[in-house]
């Protein structure tokens, strides 16, 4: 498994924009496929976005297509999740998680390991 550590959420006014960063422990970031998925209060964990170990496979959740962006940089074995035009509805506590490649991006339950979560707030 891979140990994840979030960062960079905070309030953020409506139409504002947010880049959230996980940081990844060990030598073996590379190997696995990365995941966001977010819960806001009275909700399951939902998936956000996800990215494939070289990058070239990326996908969004409907929800947050055209305005999130994801991205790693395995030399520095980060992952990135750029917010833009942010919505009321995306207020949550953000999750960083990682998989082993071969299974589906939206399932929380292929993924090994998660990020304790940061929490992002979108006013109005």
């Known amino acids: 498994q891979v140990q994840l550590v979030e960062s960079g959420g905070r309030l953020v006014q409506a139409g504002g924009s947010l880049r959230l960063s996980c940081a990844a422990s060990?030598?073996?970031?590379?190997?696995?496929?990365m995941g966001w998925f977010r819960q806001a209060p009275g909700k399951e964990r939902e998936f956000v976005a996800g990215?494939?170990?070289?990058?070239?496979?990326?996908t969004y959740a409907d929800s947050v297509k055209g305005r999130f962006t994801i991205s790693r940089n395995n030399a520095q074995n980060t992952v990135y999740l750029q917010m833009n035009s942010l919505k009321l509805e995306d207020t949550a506590v953000y999750y960083c998680?990682?998989?082993?490649?071969?299974?589906?991006?939206?399932?929380?339950?292929?993924?090994?390991?998660w990020g304790q979560g940061t929490q992002v707030t979108v006013s109005s």
């Open positions: 990215i494939s170990t070289g990058g070239n496979i990326i």
């Open positions: 998680a990682a998989k082993v490649p071969g299974s589906s991006y939206p399932n929380p339950s292929n993924y090994n390991s």
């Open positions: 060990g030598r073996t970031f590379s190997d696995y496929s």
